[in-house]
């Protein structure tokens, strides 16, 4: 595993960086890379994209979530012209959701627009407080996890090589 959230400044100015990430396109059939961004389109997240198949919008519930998606659709279809044709959006997962918010209702109806909406991440304390207190490992019951595990498998309808390596 790399991580690259400590050096994305340093690696930015250095020559060659904006294809940093293409090894990753050719690596054996089988093997998963997965890349977690920042939820900015920075110079980061650009290079994920550069080296990805598949994107996975996880979109947390807020007030400006439906202004960002069009920054999102444009800079994946940037991408696909310029730089990377295979690169997909599989769909969103929405995040810190309630079912009797307004807003919940709202965004998901303007995200499944675009893309299919693969699930919904309740908002739950529980999840809060232990990952507040870096103790998500002991969280053993949570409606958020729940939830988590619900996107996991469709996840698994969507993406094929997911699908193997689910357990029932």
């Not at 900015?40 to 994209?49: A, N, P, T």
């Not at 069009?70 to 959006?89: A, Y």
Request: positive net charge; glycine residues 8%.
């Amino acid at each position: 595993m790399v991580s690259l959230s400590g050096g994305r400044l340093d690696a930015a100015g250095k020559e060659g960086f904006s294809g940093t990430l293409f090894p990753c396109a050719d690596l054996a059939e089988g093997t998963t890379v997965i890349l977690d961004c920042p939820p900015s389109l920075g110079i980061l997240s650009i290079g994920c994209l550069t080296a990805a198949r598949y994107v996975c919008v996880v979109i947390q519930l807020g007030g400006f979530e439906v202004r960002t998606l069009v920054h999102i659709e444009d800079t994946v279809w940037m991408l696909k012209e310029r730089v990377n044709p295979n690169l997909s959006v599989i769909g969103a997962v929405l995040t810190n959701c309630h079912p009797r918010r307004v807003i919940t209702e709202e965004v998901s109806r303007e995200v499944s627009r675009n893309w299919p909406v693969l699930g919904q991440v309740c908002a739950d304390s529980r999840l809060l407080y232990a990952t507040t207190a870096g103790k998500v490992h002991y969280l053993t019951r949570s409606k958020a996890l729940e939830d988590y595990a619900a996107v996991v498998r469709k996840l698994g309808e969507v993406v094929p090589w997911l699908r193997s390596r689910l357990v029932a």
